[in-house]
Nanobody
Framework: EVQLVESGGGLVQPGGSLRLYCVASGFTFGESAMSWVRRAPGKDLEWVSTIYSYIGKTYYADPVKGRFTISADNAKNTLYLQLNSLKSEGTAWYYC??????????????WGQGTLVTVSS
């Protein structure tokens, strides 16, 4: 059974940083594209970033490019998202997703439960 468990969310001031974690199990983590997707209050799901660790490629949505960094530790089956220079529009539930969500959210075949990031002063 595929399981994705996120953590690391919380309250942060504008301009601050957070690191999100996703521990994966039930599949070969290092051979899978992994993504982060978010949902802001009242809005649709939005792709944030995808990593293809087996070929060393990462991709980012324009709103987060240069501020967020996705990475993976295959030995620990853990996906990370470093969030820097957070803005109020970064307030959202952040979901870990198995699949190449950069191509399309329909390509995601497993979701975590989400971790809430609130950016507020």
């Amino acid at each position: 059974e595929v399981q994705l468990v996120e953590s690391g969310g919380g309250l942060v001031q504008p301009g601050g940083s957070l690191r999100l974690y996703c521990v994966a199990s039930g599949f070969t983590f290092g051979e899978s594209a992994m993504s982060w997707v978010r949902r802001a209050p009242g809005k649709d799901l939005e792709w944030v970033s995808t990593i293809y660790s087996y070929i060393g490629k990462t991709y980012y949505a324009d709103p987060v490019k240069g501020r967020f960094t996705i990475s993976a530790d295959n030995a620990k089956n853990t996906l990370y998202l470093q969030l820097n220079s957070l803005k109020s529009e970064g307030t959202a539930w952040y979901y870990c997703a198995k699949g190449d969500a950069d191509v399309g959210l329909d390509n995601v075949d497993a979701w975590g439960q989400g971790t809430l990031v609130t950016v507020s002063s």
